[in-house]
C-alpha cells in the first residue's frame, strides 16, 4: 500500500486556488485494494476496519498496521464458558472504547446466522463479550448496521434499517446483555421516499424476480454526544437528523408512546451513511449524492467540508488518538449488489484522514 498524503485537489490541480475551497481539509492515508467497510481507532493509536461484505472479503475485520492490512483478532476467538470458535462473519459496525475493547457488530447476512456484538480485549487479545440479537430484537430482514457506545450508561444503541418500513433502533445493555428493540417504524428511522443519485446514476437493486428498484434505506447513521447526554440518529434516505436523551432511551418504563413522544428533530440533513461527533458537537458525515464531507455545527446548520470526485460514498467516521478524524471510502454505489447486478467498484479505495473542527473521542 503507498502512502499519499496530498488532498485531491492538490492532485488533480495543483493550484493555490483549489486548496483555499475547503478540499484541503482530507487527505489520503493510504489505498485500500478492497472496500473498507467501517473504521475505528483504539486509545493508543491501531486502527481497525471492517471490510465491507458487498465485495464478499476473505477477512470481515482486519488491522491497518505498518501500511497493510492484517486479519483481527490475530487469533481464534473462543468463549470463556466454550471450547467452539466464535466466528465473524459480517461485520459492519465496528467501535472502540477506552477500555481497550474492540466491539464488532456482525450482521451474519453472508452465512444466515444470528447477528451479534462481539467484544475482543486487545489488552488481554482475548473474547470478552458475546450478545446474541435473535428475532424479534433482529427480525429476519434485519441488517443491524452501526451503532453508538456509551460506557457512562453501559450500553450500546444499534441502529437497523431492515426493511424499510419496519426499521428501529436496538438498545442493548452490556452488563446483562439484554437487548430491546425501540422506536420500530417511527417517522425518526424509516426511510424518506427519495432516491439516492450518484454521479447522474440511481442506486438500483435487482430483485429476485430480475426488476431493479431504487432502494430506500432506513436508520443507518448513529453517534452520540461526548457527554452521553444525546443519541442523534436518522434514515440514510432522508432528510432529517433526530435526537433523544440516553435517559429516555434507556428507559423501559417508558411506553411506546412516550418513547416516540420523546424524539425530536435535530436538523437537516443530506442522505448519508456513517457519522460521528466531536467535543464541540460538531457532526460529521458523507454527503452521498455530492461526494462530499459535511458537518452539522452545533447551530444545527450543515455545510460542506470538502468536495472531490474521490470522496466516493464516504462512510464511517471515527476519532483517533491525537485527534485525528478518520473514514473511509468504499465506492458502495458502483458495486454489484447496489447497481442492479453491474459490478462497477474498483480499487484503489481509500483510508481517509479528515481535518476536524475539534477533538473528539477515540474510537467514538
Not at 450500546?156 to 428501529?168: E, K, V
Not at 417508558?254 to 416516540?260: D, H, I, V
Not at 451513511?273 to 452539522?296: E, R
Request: net charge negative.
Amino acid at each position: 500500500m503507498k502512502r499519499i498524503t496530498q488532498s485531491c485537489v492538490a492532485l488533480l490541480f495543483a493550484t493555490f486556488e483549489a486548496l483555499a475551497d475547503g478540499n484541503s481539509n482530507f487527505e489520503v492515508l493510504t489505498n485500500l485494494e478492497t472496500g473498507p467497510g467501517n473504521v475505528t481507532a483504539t486509545a493508543n493509536g491501531r486502527i481497525i476496519m471492517s471490510q465491507h461484505q458487498f465485495y464478499q472479503p476473505q477477512y470481515t475485520v482486519v488491522e491497518y498496521k505498518d501500511q497493510t492490512l492484517v486479519p483481527f483478532p490475530n487469533k481464534e476467538m473462543v468463549a470463556a464458558d466454550s471450547t467452539a470458535a466464535i466466528k465473524l462473519d459480517s461485520v459492519l459496525g465496528i467501535r472502540s472504547d477506552s477500555n481497550g475493547m474492540v466491539w464488532m457488530l456482525d450482521n451474519g447476512m453472508r452465512s444466515g446466522v444470528v447477528p451479534k456484538l462481539v467484544g475482543w480485549n486487545t489488552k488481554t487479545n482475548k473474547l470478552q463479550r458475546l450478545i446474541y440479537l435473535p428475532a424479534p430484537i433482529a427480525p429476519k430482514d434485519a441488517f443491524v448496521n452501526d451503532f453508538a457506545l456509551d460506557l457512562n450508561h453501559n450500553h450500546a444503541f444499534i441502529s437497523d434499517p431492515a426493511g424499510g418500513n419496519n426499521a428501529g433502533l436496538i438498545v442493548v445493555n452490556l452488563v446483562t446483555g439484554a437487548a430491546r428493540r425501540v422506536l420500530e417504524g417511527h417517522a425518526s428511522v424509516i426511510p424518506e421516499n427519495i432516491d439516492l443519485i450518484i454521479d447522474n446514476s440511481p442506486i438500483q437493486v435487482k430483485t429476485a424476480t430480475g426488476e431493479t428498484v431504487r432502494p430506500h434505506i432506513g436508520v443507518n447513521p448513529i453517534t452520540e454526544d461526548l457527554n452521553n447526554e444525546w443519541v442523534y440518529f436518522g434514515p440514510m434516505h432522508g432528510l432529517s437528523l433526530y435526537r433523544i436523551k440516553t435517559a429516555d432511551l434507556i428507559n423501559e418504563s417508558l411506553s411506546k408512546t412516550e418513547l416516540a413522544a420523546r424524539v425530536e428533530r435535530y436538523s437537516d440533513k443530506p442522505i448519508s451513511d456513517g457519522i460521528s461527533i466531536d467535543k464541540d458537537n460538531n457532526i460529521y458525515l458523507g454527503d452521498l449524492a455530492n461526494n462530499a464531507i459535511g458537518v452539522i455545527t452545533p447551530d444545527r446548520r450543515y455545510q460542506q467540508l470538502a468536495q472531490c470526485p474521490r470522496l466516493s460514498w464516504v462512510d464511517s467516521f471515527s476519532f483517533g488518538s491525537n485527534g485525528q478524524l478518520y473514514a473511509v471510502v468504499n465506492r458502495l454505489h458502483r458495486s454489484a449488489i447496489l447497481n442492479g447486478g453491474d459490478d462497477q467498484s474498483k480499487p484503489p479505495y481509500f483510508l481517509l484522514k479528515v481535518k476536524a473542527l475539534a477533538e473528539g473521542l477515540p474510537g467514538r
